[in-house]
């Protein structure tokens, strides 16, 4: 067996149920997180002669972990067909917690009713007046506003009851 070889079976040896356990505290789900540490553990071995220390191995992986973590949001495809993702968020230039962030408020949006996500989807993003979305749309002004309102008072609301770890500001 090559050096390289042995260095990553004790290595996955000595670490595979503390990133297991980590994983799953972060995912809350056994097949993501056992995903997660596969695809943590395959970077490992990519990168295995960069890792100096053996003392840091464990941080090193941890770091990993959260990497590997963390794109499982930028892979992820939201349901939002009719809207191009690049228009609502950058992901090259957020950090994992405004992805996280991200997601959420992207994922609250996605579940107004079409009658308000449109519109306020047209205003924030596309920049449309009031009077623009009403034209597109073939409705009277004050119904959009009206329902440009009732999207923002719902997304004020989901706000008031998100989950704690989800920081938004």
Do not use: C
């Amino acid at each position: 067996m090559s050096n390289k070889q042995v260095r990553y079976e004790a290595l996955v040896g000595a670490y595979h149920k503390d990133m297991y356990r980590y994983a799953y505290w972060l995912t809350q789900n056994s097949a993501i997180a056992e995903d997660v540490v596969q695809e943590t553990f395959l970077r490992a071995w990519k990168s295995l002669d960069s890792l100096q220390d053996e003392k840091a191995a464990k941080s090193w992986l941890i770091t990993i972990l959260r990497r590997e973590n963390a794109r499982r949001f930028e892979r992820k495809q939201f349901e939002m067909a009719e809207y191009e993702e690049q228009h609502i968020i950058d992901n090259k230039s957020t950090s994992t917690e405004q992805n996280i962030e991200n997601y959420w408020l992207r994922k609250q949006i996605a579940a107004l009713e079409p009658e308000y996500r449109e519109p306020l989807l047209m205003q924030v993003i596309q920049g449309f007046s009031g009077e623009e979305i009403a034209d597109l749309l073939g409705l009277n002004k004050n119904t959009v506003m009206t329902r440009l309102f009732r999207a923002r008072n719902q997304l004020k609301e989901a706000l008031e009851s998100k989950p704690k770890n989800v920081r938004l500001g």
